[in-house]
């Protein structure tokens, strides 16, 4: 069993940063890959940014490639999701997950524990 708990989520205007962070606790973290995923009010939950186990590799929607940046610390059990150049677009509750195997991938099926989420709102 995986607990994540994110963090970091609040109220921001357009143009300006965030940082969320996701603590992961229970079955071994460093070998699985990590994703960070966001639902709308009305919308699917959608795929925003994955990491693998290491951390070597990272892979982004194409509408947040450039602004936001996904990492970890694995001594922290912790992955992070830097984002820049916040638009009112990027409203919405933002969950992590943790990954099947050792190599992320967009689909949901991929990922087997969710967070609870924590709501990021961008005024314009």
């Known amino acids: 069993q995986v607990q994540l708990v994110e963090s970091g989520g609040g109220l921001v205007q357009a143009g300006g940063s965030l940082r969320l962070s996701c603590a992961a606790s229970g079955r071994t973290f460093s070998g699985r890959a990590m994703g960070w995923f966001r639902q709308a009010p009305g919308k699917e939950r959608e795929f925003v940014a994955t990491i693998s186990g290491n951390g070597g590799s990272t892979y982004y929607a194409d509408s947040v490639k450039g602004r936001f940046t996904i990492s970890r610390d694995n001594a922290k059990n912790t992955v992070y999701l830097q984002m820049n150049s916040l638009k009112p677009e990027d409203t919405a509750v933002y969950y992590c997950?943790?990954?099947?195997?050792?190599?992320?991938?967009?689909?949901?099926?991929?990922?087997?524990?969710w967070g609870q989420g924590t709501q990021v709102t961008v005024s314009s």
């Open positions: 997950a943790t990954g099947r195997g050792y190599w992320g991938a967009r689909e949901r099926s991929s990922y087997d524990y």
